[in-house]
Each structure stands twice: as C-alpha cells, then as structure tokens.
C-alpha cells in the first residue's frame, strides 16, 4: 500500500493546501465540494503534486515538513521529479 502526500492550489487565489491521504484524487473532490472548512472558501482547487510513500509514518512526516515551506521552495517540488503527477 502506498500512502500519499499531496498539494492543492486554489484557482481563487493561487494559496497552496498540503494534505495526506490514501486517495488524493477522492481527498479532491472533497476539498472541492466544500467538505473542509479549511479549504472551502478557496474553492475550485487543482492537484498540482503528489508524493508516494512506502510507509504512513514517511508520509506524516514529509506532510509537517511541507506545511513550513515557503511559497518558492513548494513550487520547487512541485515542478520536481519527485512530484508523481509528472509521470502521469
């Protein structure tokens, strides 16, 4: 099984959300539908990174890291070949 971390982006204006999950593409659709309180009022979000993990506590562990990146250092991953959304 893997485990996921991914990043959304808010088509409203621009703000990145760093967030785990077993399905990021499920984890979407709720964050669209305005099921977290958090996310909802920057509504349509797209997935821009995802990130695959063996193990859930790897997972956790990168998703607190990446809630301390900056804006720069985000984009950086997000555009790097670590972000699985690339190879798709």
Known sequence: MKYYVYIIQSLVDNTYYKGFSLHP????????????????????????????????????????????????????LINSNQNILKQI
């Open 25 to 76: 593409y499920e984890r979407l659709e709720y964050h669209n539908q305005g099921e977290s309180l958090y996310t909802s009022r920057k509504t349509p979000w797209k997935l821009v990174c995802i990130l695959a993990f063996e193990t859930k506590n790897e997972a956790l562990i990168k998703e607190k890291k990446l809630k301390k990146y900056s804006t720069q250092s985000l984009v950086a």
